[in-house]
């Protein structure tokens, strides 16, 4: 069974969330800070849609801000098509394609996503009761990392 294969069930199983984000040294966003909530899995022609939502924190506050997400993960036999769907379905914005690695059980960004100057990548690793996605966003205002979780 081939990873795409073996991820594309695991990702129709999740139920959860929790994740940080990390701003690094040159962010102009200082959104260092853990979440977590639930996530419903659609599925329809298109593919699974991840319907989140939960509270963040910010690791310099008390105060938790609630959080809503859509993402549509579009399943094919050789990637696997990840966008983001917060204005809706008309509107999803393209965010890149997972294809295969090396390294078994682990997906990458074939190619950066380009926002203005920014760049983001991303690695989807398989795991015994999800998966995790690890995010990189770089550019001259931006220097984040988020780690999801996604769990059964």
């Not at 022609?45 to 997400?69: I, K, S």
Request: hydrophobic share 35%.
């Amino acid at each position: 069974m081939t990873d795409i294969i073996r991820i594309t069930q695991r990702l129709a199983s999740i139920a959860r969330i929790s994740f940080t984000s990390c701003s690094g040294e040159r962010s102009q966003c200082a959104w260092s800070g853990s979440g977590q909530g639930s996530v419903e899995v659609g599925r329809d022609p298109d593919g699974l849609r991840f319907h989140e939502q939960g509270h963040f924190r910010l690791d310099r506050g008390d105060a938790e801000v609630a959080f809503r997400n859509v993402y549509r993960w579009a399943l094919h036999d050789e990637h696997i098509g990840l966008y983001h769907e917060r204005r809706g379905k008309a509107h999803a914005v393209w965010l890149f394609d997972l294809v295969t690695s090396a390294e078994e059980g682990v997906l990458v960004a074939r190619d950066a996503h380009l926002c203005g100057d920014d760049r983001y990548s991303a690695r989807l690793s398989l795991r015994d009761d999800g998966v995790d996605l690890d995010w990189r966003i770089s550019g001259p205002r931006k220097d984040e990392r988020l780690y999801y979780r996604y769990r059964q």
